[in-house]
């Protein structure tokens, strides 16, 4: 998948993301179903280096500024990639001016420096923060202290290597009328703690636990007039470029009549982080 992305300074980049397939990811997130693009048993040596290889084949024109390769895991995870594929890895990222890989805050440590330092172009690691509301991230089984994701957003800041942060909206356990302000409340966070890139993912249903969650009123799939609202107020953080993440976002529950207005806008909101007023529809209101 090849998109545009603006950065903290302002230059629009074109980033290729590549999806690996590899183990599974230790830790089980309750909202999370990456583990259907996984397999189970450890990542056999070779099996990423060929994958990534076959896809930077197919690539055609100017090669893209920033390479990001997700593994559905922890990139620093030795079950996930092994840490002898890691050199080949490095040298086929080569005509990448950054890289971005994904990583639990628990698997952070002297293995990213490492990779930062094969690798030509500078490493950003995305990490998962998901929310602050202390009930809501004690429930959701990431096994994710606070304190361990300052630790590594000060290691990561420390040896040079940029951060991407994942929030959540529509976390189990929220109030859905505090829910838009707990997810500006966590992009603030990650802000304070030097994020360049800050994505809001809607929660989505569809992995089984979240819809238990549902029938138990702790969960309700967040609407698109929600995702609207939590990216309006966080493109008042200047140093970070927040934006809403749009794969999968025809699930989100909005009027019809203006759905596909307010998703061109959102795609526009991400690219230029320059606010513009909401569509205005005569059959919803606009709510
Ligand atoms: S750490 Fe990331 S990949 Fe692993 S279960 Fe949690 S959300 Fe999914
Ligand atoms: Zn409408």
């Known amino acids: 998948m090849i998109d545009e992305e ?3 300074e302002g230059k629009i980049e074109r980033a290729l993301t590549v999806f690996l397939t590899g183990a599974e990811c230790p830790f089980t997130c309750s ?30 024109g100017p090669a893209p500024d920033r390479l990001k390769l997700y593994n559905a895991s922890n990139f620093f995870d030795q079950r996930a990639v092994p840490s002898e594929d890691l050199p080949a890895i490095a040298s086929l990222t080569a ?3 950054a890289v971005t890989v994904e990583s639990h805050a628990n698997t952070i440590g ?6 930062a330092r094969q690798i030509s172009g500078r490493l950003e690691v995305a990490v998962g923060l998901e929310t602050i509301h202390p009930v809501a991230a004690a429930q959701l089984n990431k096994r994710l202290e606070f304190a361990r994701f300052d630790l590594a957003t000060r290691f990561l800041s420390e040896n040079g290597i940029d951060l991407r942060v994942f ?16 997810t500006v409340r966590s992009v603030e966070y990650a ?12 929660v989505r249903g569809g992995n089984g636990e979240m819809e238990r969650l549902e029938t138990l ?12 609202d939590a990216l309006d107020r966080c493109l008042q953080f200047a140093s970070t470029v927040v934006t809403a993440d749009l794969w999968d976002v025809e699930r989100l529950s ?12 959102l795609r526009r909101l991400n690219v230029t982080g320059i606010a513009e007023p909401r569509i205005d529809c005569t059959i919803c209101g606009g709510a």
């Open 31 to 60: 909202f999370c179903d990456l583990w259907r693009w996984t397999i189970d048993r450890p990542t056999p040596p070779g099996a990423l280096t060929r994958q990534l290889e076959s896809v930077l084949q197919t690539l055609a």
């Open 6 to 8: 603006r950065r903290p």
């Open 217 to 228: 009123g702790h969960f309700a799939q967040p609407a698109l007039s929600q995702l609207e």
């Open 167 to 182: 929030v959540l909206l529509g976390v189990p356990y929220v109030p859905a009328d505090e829910s838009v302000a707990w």
């Open 95 to 97: 005509s990448f001016a």
């Open 191 to 202: 802000v304070e703690r030097g994020a360049s890139v800050v994505s809001i993912i809607p």
């Open 254 to 265: 909005a009027c019809e009549h203006c759905r596909a207005g307010r998703i061109a806008r």
């Open 110 to 115: 002297p293995k990213t420096v490492a990779f």
